[in-house]
């Protein structure tokens, strides 16, 4: 008889009964379905269907390609017991089997599991209960988790002092009668065996208990071949203390080997703790960040000034801010003035002028005036959480590259226990006299050698401290993969407005004709679009404000739209707008005043004529700034063999002025928004990898569509959902910056996967005796131990050298004074003082 299941599935995107429709028919196009009920109100499916022909994961999946998605859930998993890249295969391989689990990252480096899930079908409670089953020890919570990674570090410290000293007294032991100072007692064989027992037992317990825990669940792994090489010493040896008679009835010598035991277990708890410490540090950044946030707000409740916790603000609280103290919330600020040091954010080194109605960032430090801000996101609705969240989810992620690691650690340890079989084999069989000791040390050498360690460390290491270091310049990486792709970009399209320059209009030229003063001319200008919306009238009226100058109220106002102005004003007659707007109401333009319009285009800026009873009196010339350091972004970018292009919607002339400016020699210009993506889409059919950089607001397809999208300017949206990279200020600089972090971090992932891959096929034939033939060398197993902890060791300790990590091609953000592209109001004119009126 047949068993069908049923399941239910949250499904996000539907908003009509159309959508109803069309998950219905995706679903029930797929074999093995028998049933779909697909409702609208509380936006689920149940399906029911055989398990034999389809699972969840099928039913998903489709559910995905028709356009809509299914609700699911992400949580990062701290979990205690994991040595080495077998131990991460062995826990995706047990997640994977569960239905509801989407996707699944096990990150050695962190201790975590990043898991996405659907709860309906997989509650948490199973997934830990399934982690439980494998071997390991899901931690509940972030704090029980530090915590425990200090009683840890503790431990080991213990174990490994305990085994240290001693071993040193077994190994002086064991050199016997070659020193005169050790005792007689010290080489007796039985207090060798008292001494070294603990060691084995106690010290390298978790090796033992590792290695069964592993047994039980039909794996091998690291504590596999640590706990069979050193029993094997351990065990040889006490056979040799005890029943002597045994060897000597096969014709061997006694000899013992607890020196050898006691010596791996110390060096190998050495190498632990060592990098474990180092691993320690690899997660500095994301401490950094959460110590950030203060603990408590001064909060005005009931007319009066209150220090709380700042877990109690709420939005919309007046939160009160002193000189010096953090800004416990994001907000807005309503009453005061103050400079605000956002570095810690935003990596910008200059403070930030703040006034009433500008937003300010939790964390940063106000740091001259007192200030009220209205409290807007709180608790983890707050930038810094938010970006917590975002560097945690990008260090639990994978990088492509580290499948080449999983793939190999699946068969590691058992190509490696097979390789040590065989060097027993082959040493006892062919090997010189003592041949049963040859083949016995070289069998612990090889076990003890190898290193599946660095391998499953090579690259979790190196995203952490990459991404970690990239938060702290104000640029976040969302995952491994981003991180990866990045560092292969050779094209680079900057979206024009918002990114390449300013995104507001502002006044930069002001031609007077006819003996109209400037200040008259803005005067008229203002006046009469003083009750415009458009970004050319909001622009002439901000500028006459700050020169302040006194507007009138226009006794008409009308606009025609795409042309310009009509106002009046104490009943004179203004008109503003273009070249086509003065030719349609008849208004001649004398010859100098249209050339010096046509140069001012040129130059990339909106000239603007005003004319009073029909006689133009002047020309306003607007221009969007390009923002500082564009020019050296762009110049950077080519040293690093990098295409620039720019896309914009603006016209061609206006384009490649702006382009000019910055240097950049490939322009698409006229694209509209809509057609942003396939301008990309154009660019990787000629072979390139392209990162696109925009705001994320009219350019999110194309971001989308980049290989890497990198939003600029986010503010506190920083899950801009196109952005791959997301930088939280508007310092191009960045662009630059997390290219090169990421070239970086891929060389570094590079190197510790040369070593670790170097190491072991190196070492482990060298273990195994292949040199004793031609040099007579063969390698102790205490050497072997020695060689196996460097190697993990080394490898983190490589990755954290990324912390170090300073842009090579750009000039530190400290020594680059801010340069202004555009000149300012009023630099640009020039008036005949004798005929102003």
């Known amino acids: 008889m047949m068993r069908w299941k049923r399941v239910e599935l949250p499904i996000t995107g539907m908003s009509c009964a159309s959508c109803v429709n069309a998950v219905e028919s995706c679903i029930k196009g797929l074999d093995g379905v028998l049933e779909v009920n697909v ?3 509380t936006q689920r499916a149940t399906v029911t269907f055989d398990p034999e022909k389809i699972t969840p994961k099928n039913i998903i999946k489709a559910i995905k390609e028709t356009g809509y998605d299914v609700g699911t859930q992400k949580v990062s998993i701290p979990i205690q017991g994991m040595h080495c890249a077998s131990c991460v295969e062995a826990i995706e391989s047990a997640l994977r089997e569960l239905e509801g689990v989407i996707h699944v990252d096990v990150n050695l480096a962190a201790e975590k599991a990043s898991v996405e899930f659907i709860p309906e079908i997989t509650p948490l409670l199973e997934i830990k209960s399934k982690i439980k089953d494998a071997g390991y020890t899901p931690i509940e919570v972030e704090k029980e988790y530090e915590d425990l990674e200090k009683r840890e570090i503790q431990d080991l410290k213990r174990r490994f002092i305990f085994s240290a000293v001693v071993g040193a007294i077994v190994f002086a032991g064991s050199m016997g009668s070659q020193s005169l100072w050790i005792p007689d007692i010290l080489t007796n064989w039985v207090t060798l065996f008292i001494l070294t027992t603990p060691v084995q037992l106690w010290a390298g317990w978790q090796f033992y208990k590792g290695a069964w825990s592993a047994l039980k669940h039909s794996r091998a792994d690291m504590n596999t071949l640590i706990a069979l090489g050193t029993t094997a010493a351990y065990l040889y040896s006490v056979i040799a203390t005890f029943f002597p008679g045994f060897f000597k009835s096969e014709s061997l010598r006694p000899a013992v080997y607890y020196d050898t035991s006691a010596m791996i277990i110390s060096l190998i708890l050495l190498g632990r703790l ?67 040091d956002e570095s810690m954010i935003t990596g910008e080194p200059i403070p930030s002028e703040k006034k009433p109605g500008d937003r300010v960032i939790g964390a940063t430090i106000n740091t001259t005036g007192t200030f009220k801000l209205k409290a807007t ?34 068969y590691f340890v058992p190509v490696v226990i097979g390789i040590a079989v065989l060097t027993f084999v082959v040493w006892s069989s062919f090997g010189p006299e003592p041949a049963f000791t040859h083949a016995l040390l070289n069998f612990i050498a090889v076990l003890i050698i190898a290193c599946p360690c660095a391998l499953g460390l090579a690259t979790p290491t190196a995203v952490i401290v990459g991404t970690g270091k990239g938060a702290e310049n104000g640029i976040l990486i969302k995952s491994g ?9 050779t094209t680079v399209v900057f979206d024009k407005t918002g990114t390449l320059t300013q995104g507001k209009l502002e006044v930069t030229d002001i031609i007077p004709n006819g003996g109209f003063s400037r200040e008259k001319i803005l005067a008229l200008s203002a006046s009469a679009e003083k009750s415009s919306e458009h970004p050319i ?64 285009a040129e130059e990339g800026k909106t000239p603007v004529f005003i004319a009073v009873e029909g006689k133009v009196i002047g020309i306003l010339a607007l221009s969007d700034r390009v923002k500082p350091y564009c020019r ?40 509209k928004p809509q057609e942003k993506a396939n301008e990309i889409r154009r660019l990787q059919s000629e072979g390139k990898v392209v990162a696109m950089v925009g705001d994320g607001i009219n350019d999110a397809p194309a971001l989308a569509q980049a290989d890497i999208g990198i939003a600029i300017g986010a503010g506190t949206d920083i899950a801009v959902e196109a952005g791959d990279i997301v930088l939280i200020g508007n310092d191009l600089r960045g662009v630059v910056t997390a290219i090169e972090l990421s070239r970086e ?37 205490v050497f072997a131990a020695g060689a196996m902890a460097l190697s993990s060791v080394s ?27 555009q000149p300012l109001l009023g630099k640009n004119v020039t008036t005949n003082p004798s005929k102003q009126q």
């Open 481 to 489: 993969k981003a991180l990866e792709t990045a560092q292969r970009i």
């Open 377 to 410: 996101n709180v608790g983890e609705e707050t930038l810094l959480s938010q970006i917590v969240k975002l560097v945690e989810e990008a260090q639990s992620s994978k990088a492509p590259i580290q499948r080449i690691a999983d793939k190999i650690a699946a």
């Open 39 to 41: 409702n609208l109100a």
């Open 537 to 600: 009238g909001k622009a002439i009226v901000e500028a006459a404000k700050e020169e302040g100058i006194p507007l009138e109220e226009p006794d008409s106002f009308s606009i025609e739209p795409g042309g310009g102005v009509h106002a009046t004003i104490k009943g004179v007659r203004v008109l503003i707008g273009s070249k086509k707007f003065m030719d349609s109401g008849r208004i001649d333009i004398a010859e100098e005043l249209g050339y010096r319009a046509g140069e001012l």
């Open 632 to 671: 050296e972004v762009v110049e950077a970018l080519k040293r690093l063999n990098i295409e620039v292009v720019m896309i914009t919607g603006d016209n061609t002339r206006t384009a490649k002025a702006i382009a000019r400016q910055v240097g950049i020699e490939r322009i698409l210009a006229e694209v």
């Open 274 to 340: 060592l990098e474990k410490r180092a691993r320690s540090q690899t997660g500095e950044a994301i401490r950094k960040l959460i110590s950030l946030q203060p603990k408590t707000a001064r909060v005005i409740r009931d007319g009066e000034e209150k220090d709380i916790p700042v877990e109690e603000v709420k939005v919309g609280d007046i939160v009160v801010v002193r000189p010096g103290e953090k800004i416990p919330v994001d907000g807005i600020v309503i009453e005061g003035h103050s400079s605000v």
């Open 795 to 821: 490898v983190v300790t490589n990755s954290l050298r990324l912390k170090r990590f300073k842009p090579k091609t750009l000039i530190p953000k400290e020594t680059v004074p801010y340069r202004q592209e």
């Open 745 to 781: 971090t891929m060389r570094t992932i590079k190197q510790n996967f040369f070593w670790a891959f170097f190491y072991n096929a190196l070492l482990i034939p060298v273990a195994a005796g292949v040199l004793y033939p031609f040099t007579g060398i063969l390698l102790n197993p």
